[in-house]
């Protein structure tokens, strides 16, 4: 069992990412899955990570992490836009669950962002509440373009920077928590091709970065 309250927000990021290798490997251990575990967090939860993602279908948290029942505390919305519902999530997650990481989680191939990126260079117009999510993405696409970006996977690792930041900007509960070194705030962009999830920033635990190096 994985107890939040006892591990450090950098051993949280160092179990996500053995997960990920394992899911890689084509070696999962399927953690935390069976019915002992099912019966052990009824009472309650205590995730060592919140995972606000993209809802892309592709990118199921449990399963490219390698983790169970209980592990994680996931909000996902297209794009990884974050709104107050979003905010409020990750506080709960954070400040009242404790748990000590919080990973945001992009992707190649992004469907929002390609969308954005439509909508900013040739002005393709979306109706509905999709007009809504490219709003909140273009500040990473004009950021991008701005910077000289020209390649999908700098348009995807501006936003999940640009996420990241606004995370902490907005949120004086994980803000604190960071300040504090209770928690951690990461970046991570997954391949669709082969499930790697590599960190793009880091807020929190800087020197986790040197330790991955090759």
Excluded: W
Excluded at 22 to 47: S, W
Excluded at 49 to 63: K, M, Q
Excluded at 131 to 140: A, F, G, H, L, Y
């Amino acid at each position: 069992m994985t107890d939040a309250q006892t591990t450090t927000p950098r051993d949280a990021f160092e179990m996500l990412l053995a997960g990920n290798r394992r899911f890689v490997a084509g070696t999962p251990e399927h953690p935390n899955q069976d019915a002992a575990r099912r019966a052990e967090v009824v009472p309650a939860q205590k995730p060592f990570a919140v995972l606000f993602g993209c809802s892309d279908s592709r990118l199921a948290a449990e399963i490219i992490f390698d983790r169970g029942l209980g592990d994680l505390f996931v909000v996902r919305t297209a794009g990884h836009v974050a709104g107050p519902e979003v905010l409020g999530s990750i506080e709960y997650g954070v400040g009242v669950l404790g748990a000590p990481l919080v990973v945001v989680l992009g992707h190649d191939a992004c469907g929002a962002v390609a969308a954005t990126r439509a909508a900013v260079e040739d002005g393709t117009a979306a109706g509905g509440y999709v007009r809504d999510v490219i709003e909140r993405v273009t500040p990473s696409v004009l950021a991008a373009r701005a910077a000289g970006r020209t390649e999908d996977a700098d348009f995807i690792a501006e936003h999940i920077r640009h996420t990241v930041d606004l995370l902490l900007d907005r949120s004086r509960v994980l803000a604190q928590a960071v300040e504090a070194g209770q928690a951690a705030v990461v970046g991570l962009s997954y391949r669709l091709a082969d499930g790697t999830a590599s960190p793009v920033t880091v807020r929190g635990i800087e020197d986790v970065l040197a330790d991955l190096a090759p």
